[in-house]
């Protein structure tokens, strides 16, 4: 792509000095504050400061607040802020990434910089006035299946029940230790078989990579002496406690990402599986003191929001390599620019309530203001929900129905009760069927309306990738001229032609909708869907 013009600057001596990029230009007084505007002269967004330097400006102030701070901490590294001001009071401001609060206007949050289990920090504001805010500094801030033959008998009832299957995962600990990134031969004996046996089922294997390294895998002694795990500033070399003491591959190191993809391409893709799960891509920590931990590319505290997007560049860089072009690859967790990289990022291991339910539309749409149009959530939610209970049945059903216009429909959970003597932690079932004959029908019946959508799903996908337009779309997004869209937190556009209302609440069996400007909602057949 050829750069565009360059940023014209202007300096007037004694009074303020502008630049201009486009259809926005920002000016510096004398005495250092920003203020930016757009092509009209309109101000957009000005610099908090509050001092009494100038007593003729109309803020002049006793409480001496500047609006850019730089004070060094312990480690050398240094906390930096910046204050800025609206000055619209209806100004609403969307995006910043994946967040577990219900807002979908997060004018006047308090958002942490940092990724977190179900939190992705993308630092990409959208304003209702029209610009948008990237803070481009990835520093830390604020603003299950168990072997072969039970995977294969999923796959088969999938069929014999005549419910349509994309693609089937298996999760963690199917490994011997964290860091080995291979089959358990005592669970599964014969991969390269069952890949082959999926493929005539019509179905692809994802499989689940973690980046944790644990202190007994075979690999961990090379990679410790080799410099590919993130080092500790102080305290023992134990990042997370899960099944062992664990640490982390640097993911940010290109010798590091060139050897994972090396264990991955070994293990998993020269036997036919072109689609990975990478979870844990924050990366979590059993306690999450930041400070301590130092990549090869900078301290945790400088760079560490950078870790999904690297993660995933490892396997991007891999297998287009090896030639393969459609690359999606699921992940827990992104940065600014991880979409280029293939990155599908649902949102993490959420509670199974309603408003946890509540909480992903928010989430997802948001999400898709920053950037990161390919996005999905645990169906039902993640922890708990037992299938016989009528109260989780209700808020399942819900939810799937609500899946089947998601960028993605996926399931997944740990439901219970767990069941005894298995070998890991598997919970207990949670395929469709597992819910009774009712609820079975309702799914196949929305599978069925995900399958009728497919070839318009994947012309918005690739909208989205040549445009960045999102899949899931604020109302404002569609209607920017109406007034009341800019309002409206609990319904959203699934591309250009339909209009979602998810049922939110339990015991709703009325909705009241709102019909966004002239819009018109194409039904399926003869009929609408409520969600």
Not at 33 to 47: A, F, Q, R, T
Not at 155 to 161: I, L, T, Y
Not at 472 to 500: H, K, N
Request: aromatic residues 12%; charged residues 25%; hydrophobic residues 35%.
């Amino acid at each position: 792509m050829p750069c565009g013009p360059s940023p014209g600057i202007e300096i007037i001596a004694d009074h303020e000095a502008t630049i201009t990029n486009g259809n926005i230009k920002a000016t510096v007084s004398r005495r250092g504050k920003i203020v930016i505007y757009d092509s009209k002269g309109n101000k957009l967004l000005e610099e908090y400061v509050r001092h009494r330097q100038d007593p003729k400006d109309s803020k002049c102030s006793a409480l001496t607040v500047e609006a850019r701070e730089l004070r060094p901490t312990l480690g050398g590294d240094y906390h930096l802020t910046m204050r800025f001001e609206s000055l619209d009071h209806e100004e609403k401001i969307f995006g910043m990434g994946q967040y577990q609060q219900p807002y979908l206007n997060l004018k006047g949050t308090d958002l942490e910089l940092a990724h977190r289990n179900s939190q992705a920090s993308v630092p990409f504001a959208i304003s209702s006035l029209g610009y948008g805010f990237l803070w481009n500094n990835p520093g830390i801030g604020r603003a299950v299946l168990g072997t072969n033959e039970q995977l294969l008998n999923i796959a088969r009832e999938h069929r014999r029940r005549e419910v349509p299957l994309d693609l089937i995962v298996i999760d963690f600990f199917h490994r011997k230790h964290q860091g080995e990134w291979s089959f358990d031969s005592e669970f599964w004996p014969d991969p390269e078989a069952m890949v082959k046996e999926l493929k005539e089922l019509k179905a692809e294997l994802m499989v689940s990579f973690w980046p944790t390294v644990e202190n007994a895998s075979e690999n961990f002694p090379e990679m410790l002496e080799q410099g590919l795990l993130i080092r500790h500033d102080r305290g023992m070399r134990i990042a997370m406690q899960c099944d062992g003491d664990i640490t982390h591959f640097d993911a940010t190191n290109p010798a590091a990402r060139k050897y994972i993809w090396s264990k991955a391409k070994q293990n998993y893709y020269n036997m036919g599986i072109k689609t990975f799960w990478l979870d844990e891509a924050e990366p979590e920590f059993s306690i999450y003191d930041f400070d301590i931990y130092r990549y090869h590319a900078g301290s945790n505290l400088q760079i560490g929001n950078t870790f999904p997007k690297e993660y995933t560049r490892g396997f991007y860089e891999g297998m287009t390599a090896e030639g393969q072009t459609n690359i999606v690859n699921l992940l827990r967790c992104a940065w600014a620019g991880s979409q280029k990289y293939g990155t599908l990022v649902w949102s993490g291991d959420i509670a199974s309530s309603w408003s946890s339910f509540r909480t992903q539309l928010a989430a997802g749409l948001n999400m898709g203001l920053a950037g990161i149009p390919w996005w999905t959530t645990d169906i039902g939610g993640f922890h708990g929900g037992n299938p016989d209970d009528p109260a989780f049945r209700e808020l399942f059903t819900r939810w799937f129905q609500w899946g089947a216009f998601c960028p993605v429909m996926r399931l997944h959970g740990d439901r219970e009760p767990k069941p005894a003597g298995q070998p890991t932690a598997t919970g207990a079932d949670n395929e469709i069927w597992s819910y009774g004959d009712a609820i079975f029908e309702i799914c196949k019946r929305y599978i069925g309306i995900r399958e009728q959508l497919r070839e318009y799903t994947r012309g918005l996908m690739r909208v989205a990738h040549e445009r960045g337009t999102p899949v899931m779309r604020t109302l404002f997004c569609e209607f920017p001229l109406d007034e009341r869209a800019w309002e409206i937190e609990t319904q959203y556009m699934f591309g250009s032609t339909y209009l979602v209302v998810p049922v939110l609440e339990p015991g709703q069996r009325r909705i009241k909708a709102y019909l966004p400007g002239w819009s018109i909602v194409e039904a399926l057949g003869q009929e609408g869907y409520c969600v």
